[in-house]
């Protein structure tokens, strides 16, 4: 069985540019969260999303958002990027809001400049 | 609030030995998951150990244990029979009711000598 995939795995992005993060859940598995790993630290949750609904959302501006589509896909959108952005982006995955086991991507990793 | 708090950026340890990476906590609630998980330098999270708040005994799994003292609020990992695989980032978390949201400590960078 495929397990979390994130797309694209590096990218590179200019100062202002939008950029669109996409993430794909183990089969069968509706909740998916968004985490931002800045170099150094540990990952910081961004939101999660649960049968398409947000469920939660951290201390990011709204320059971030995301959506969670029928297939319980889904995209993380950044607007107007800035250097500090750069990042390895982790989207993870659970069968629901409950499950004591989330299973992770292998990250997006974004760098501005 | 919740707060993680890992006070080991590095440890190196002798292949074959055991170790132990430490974590405290901070939360008000009542109801709370504590979770381990692996960081490899391709950037994936792997997934170790998990303790829930009500769970009496430590949770094991193979060689990784962990080490949960409610009224001291530490969750430490002991990883026996150290491996050079096991050379990798290790970040504890903690989880309210809703487990797909988790806070994460700092990480401590494991390294295991030959």
């Known amino acids: 069985d495929a397990g979390v995939t994130q797309s694209p795995t590096h990218l590179i992005k200019t100062r202002g540019q939008h950029v669109t993060l996409r993430c794909s859940p183990i089969s069968g598995h509706k909740s998916v969260s968004w985490y931002q790993q800045v170099l150094g630290q540990g990952p910081q949750f961004i939101f999660q999303y649960y049968e398409k609904e947000e469920r939660g959302r951290g201390n990011f501006p709204d320059r971030f958002s995301a959506r969670q589509f029928p297939n319980y896909s889904s995209e993380l959108n950044v607007n107007a990027l800035l250097l500090g952005d750069s990042a390895l982006y982790l989207c993870?995955?659970?069968?629901?809001?409950?499950?004591?086991?989330?299973?992770f991507g292998q990250g997006t990793r974004l760098t501005v400049v | 609030a919740q707060k993680i708090t890992q006070t080991q950026p590095g440890m190196f340890v002798q292949e074959k030995e055991a170790v132990t990476l430490d974590c405290t906590y901070d939360?008000?609630?009542?109801?709370?998951?504590l979770f381990w998980y692996k960081q490899p330098s391709s950037g994936e999270m792997i997934f170790l150990i998990y303790q829930g708040s009500y769970d009496e005994q430590n949770a094991t799994e193979g060689r990784y244990s962990l080490n949960f003292q409610k009224a001291r609020k530490s969750a430490n990992l002991v990883i026996s029979a150290s491996q050079l695989g096991d050379s990798a980032m290790y970040f504890c978390?903690?989880?309210?009711?809703?487990?797909?949201?988790?806070?994460f400590g700092s990480g401590t960078k494991l390294n295991v000598k030959p």
């Open positions: 978390a903690m989880g309210k009711y809703n487990f797909n949201k988790f806070y």
């Open positions: 993870a995955s659970s069968y629901d809001n409950r499950d004591t086991e989330a299973f």
């Open positions: 939360t008000s609630d009542q109801s709370y998951g």
